[in-house]
């Protein structure tokens, strides 16, 4: 029996030192090339190649090496009777919502205006206001729900939604209340998983709902959004500013107008960190529950795509 990684893009020697650690005893493959493919029982794989998982006759498990999956069921080749998981980190979830805190902080106290400042070497003492922001989080998952309360804790006004009605301290919506949702926030937080749903969700139309201008978080996939529609709505007023951490093409092509707009903040998707330890105790985990035949609470509905 054997384990495989295989995640082209993606550094993967922290994997294997935690593996190492925790499971010394069993082979473990980098890359997908192996002279033994009846071994594999466990893939851990970010963006594999298409059908490369086949070859793999005896895999019991299909573990995504980060919080989503879109990137693993981009192959529409995997045999559906393999379970695929992904991690559920809290560590995972406090590196996200520190980012957001982030995004959010820099645009109450109106950082980058400082900067701007700053720049000219100007003490803009009383110029610029602390914004009262009306926050919505679109995607209350694990993740959302997770900044979600952390916001609404720290005294944000926050609201949330969701496919489904959720309890939270803080108003939620769900199913086809989105426009009263988007109607009531000026800050717009964007944890959706990416599905064929949410392809192409934060577009031109969507930021027509608003009823003020609203500030654009999108931490969740580029494929949520669009980004000439992104664009259009900074330049109408409709969006006040954007912070991006996703793109529609990754990395960002040095020619998209985005790099160079004043009120665009650009980083390179790095909101959310994936912790290695965690996430291979997570796979050993399934792997465990798999063998014993117990339920699985990591694993993803092809279906639902999350
Ligand atoms: C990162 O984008 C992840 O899905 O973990």
């Not at 963006?47 to 019991?60: A, S, V």
């Not at 559920?88 to 109106?110: G, K, T």
Request: aromatic share 10%; charged share 20%.
């Amino acid at each position: 029996m054997s384990y495989i990684i295989i995640a082209p893009p993606v550094p993967t020697q922290k994997w294997k030192e935690e593996l190492e650690i925790i499971a010394p005893e069993i082979p473990l493959i980098i890359g997908p090339e192996t002279d033994h493919p009846e071994e594999v029982i466990c893939a851990m794989v970010w963006k594999q190649e298409r059908g490369i998982l086949n070859r793999f006759e005896n895999l019991k498990l299909i573990f995504s090496m980060g919080a989503g999956v879109d990137h693993v069921l981009a192959d529409d080749t995997i045999p559906k009777h393999i379970p695929i998981c992904r991690v559920v980190d809290p560590q995972m979830a406090f590196s996200m919502s520190n980012f957001i805190l982030m995004a959010v902080l820099n645009h109450n106290r109106s950082f980058y205006d400082f900067q701007q400042a700053r720049e000219k070497s100007h003490w803009a003492q009383f110029e610029f206001e602390e914004r009262s922001l009306k926050i919505g989080v679109l995607g209350t998952g694990f993740l959302g729900m997770d900044i979600a309360k952390k916001l609404h804790a720290l005294g944000f006004s926050v609201s949330g939604y969701s496919n489904s009605h959720k309890d939270t301290p803080f108003p939620s919506y769900a199913g086809d209340q989105i426009d009263t949702f988007l109607s009531k926030i000026n800050v717009l937080i964007c944890l959706v998983p990416y599905t064929p749903k949410t392809q192409g969700l934060l577009n031109y139309n969507l930021f027509k709902k608003f009823s003020e201008p609203t500030y654009l978080i999108n931490v969740s996939r580029g494929s949520v959004h669009v980004e000439k529609d992104i664009l259009t709505a900074l330049d109408e007023g409709i969006l006040s500013g954007a912070f991006l951490d996703v793109f529609e093409h990754e990395p960002l092509p040095s020619n998209s107008p985005l790099w160079k707009h004043p009120l665009v903040q650009i980083t390179p998707h790095i909101a959310s960190l994936t912790y290695p330890k965690e996430s291979v105790l997570q796979m050993m985990d399934c792997l465990e529950k798999i063998e014993k035949d117990l339920p699985l609470t990591q694993e993803v509905s092809r279906e639902k795509m999350y």
